[in-house]
């Protein structure tokens, strides 16, 4: 009767778990990520960006031409020209690379931060898969329970069993529904984080994660992840972008500077012996370095340039840390993980399939399987916690490696 009534109940689950799944939007990793990328959040990003690519190919400068006239009394003269500045204190070369620094460092620095959205959202991507796996297992459980809860009672009617086994039955199950309820909650916490990053292309009500809880990447040397980081980092990228900028903008004030040149060319109109004569007027205008030394704006450049270069050099440390410590937690977490598995939650497997191999056939055994059961319980929850702290520091580790990019 007890295995009739247990196998039942598996199947009224199993039907419930595969309607809601059928009515469900599915999302693997893969598909998160590329909604992702088309979503406002990334797409503002871009937006941003798109102007910048498009003044490329870099131009330089060329003013434009100027009309003048002027007057003079005392011998009436009068000039009309045109005036045009030749730019030659800018060289074409240096000032392509500051214009290209400048869009390198912007579009860096919008790699980082939309590699920080994607590292969010795939945090909050296994926290959903967890939650998911947890009610699977809460549920497998709160079926075992009823029965084993229907069993005890009839053994208290049949003079076997005190109140206080029904009670601890009971308490199990209560315990149960309130894990039922926290796992809800953290279930759709993660679908909210989902739901703000991807927008409106995925509904938070319906939405499931499909994926796994298991590490997919080897843990690399730590020699080797510090240098990916160095090299791949785009907000390093862009601190050194701006360092370079600001190197080159300092060297462009240096009196080796060529100047610009005006040219004016027009006519002139001068009053002589009582008549006004017309005649060509042209005139080239040279600036002319007279004091040594360097112009006033290097000083708060060079100032500039320190302050970016020690910018960078903590930004360098900071990150070199960070890799440490992801590093770090990462290997511990996954041995950790490992190892609960081999030595507590492989062998609670194995008592649950003993003791309910032998509770199904016979219920006068309900106390021993009540007893197993908060102990299996424990082991259960406690290896999907570490599954998803190992899989959290997986994603973290390659966020400060910059390996998460859309």
Same mark, same amino acid.
């Given at each position: 009767m007890i295995s009739s009534i247990h196998s039942g109940k598996n199947a009224i689950l199993l039907l419930l778990l595969l309607a809601s799944s059928g009515a469900a939007q599915e999302l693997t990793e893969a598909q998160a990520m590329r909604l992702l990328r088309e979503s406002p959040s990334v797409s503002e990003y871009r937006e941003n960006l798109d102007p910048m690519r498009a003044v490329r190919p870099w131009q330089p400068p060329r003013p434009g031409a100027s009309l003048n006239a002027s007057f003079e009394g005392a011998g009436r003269t009068e000039f009309y020209f045109i005036e045009q500045e030749i730019v030659f204190n800018r060289r074409s070369g240096?000032?392509?690379?500051? @214009?290209?620094?400048?869009?390198?460092?912007?579009e860096a620095r919008a790699n980082f931060e939309t590699g920080r959205m994607a590292a969010r959202m795939l945090a909050a991507f296994y926290r959903l898969v967890y939650a998911q796996q947890r009610k699977q297992?809460?549920?497998?459980?709160?079926?075992?329970?009823?029965?084993? &809860?229907?069993?005890?009672?009839?053994? &208290?009617?049949?003079?076997?069993? /005190?109140?206080? @086994?029904?009670?601890?039955?009971?308490? /199990?199950?209560?315990?149960?529904?309130?894990?039922?309820?926290?796992?809800?909650?953290?279930?759709a916490q993660a679908k909210a984080v989902l739901a703000g990053l991807l927008g409106d292309q995925v509904n938070a009500g319906t939405l499931r994660a499909k994926g796994s809880l298991l590490p997919v990447r080897d843990l690399m040397p730590l020699r080797e992840a510090l240098s990916v980081a160095l090299a791949?980092?785009?907000?390093?990228?862009?601190?050194?972008?701006?360092?370079?900028? /600001?190197?080159?903008?300092?060297?462009?004030?240096?009196p080796g500077w060529k100047p610009n040149l005006k040219l004016q060319g027009g006519i002139k109109r001068a009053e002589v012996v009582d008549r006004l004569v017309v005649g060509?007027?042209?005139?080239?205008?040279?600036?002319?370095?007279?004091?040594?030394?360097?112009?006033?704006?290097?000083?708060?450049?060079?100032?500039? &340039?320190v302050h970016l270069r020690e910018q960078l050099r903590t930004l360098r440390n900071r990150v070199l840390a960070e890799v440490q410590a992801a590093h770090d937690t990462f290997r511990i977490r996954r041995t950790a993980?490992? @190892?609960?598995?081999r030595r507590v939650f492989a062998p609670a497997q194995e008592l649950r399939m003993s003791t309910f191999a032998v509770y199904r056939n016979d219920a006068s055994i309900a106390l021993e399987a009540l007893d197993s059961v908060p102990a299996i319980q424990a082991a259960e929850f406690r290896f999907l916690e570490l599954q998803v702290a190992a899989k959290e520091a997986e994603v973290e580790l390659e966020r400060v490696l910059g390996e998460i990019a859309l």
């Open positions: 240096l000032a392509r690379k500051l @214009d290209e620094l400048e869009a390198d460092s912007r297992v809460i549920a497998a459980n709160n079926v075992e329970l009823e029965d084993i &809860h229907r069993a005890v009672e009839a053994l &208290h009617a049949a003079g076997e069993a /005190s109140k206080f @086994d029904v009670f601890r039955a009971e308490k /199990s199950i209560a315990e149960l529904d309130v894990s039922s309820s926290d796992t809800e909650i953290l279930a791949g980092r785009a907000d390093i990228r862009a601190a050194a972008a701006k360092l370079e900028s /600001s190197r080159l903008e300092a060297s462009a004030a240096t060509p007027y042209v005139a080239v205008s040279v600036p002319v370095p007279l004091w040594p030394g360097r112009p006033s704006g290097e000083p708060a450049a060079s100032t500039e &340039h993980a490992d @190892d609960y598995r």
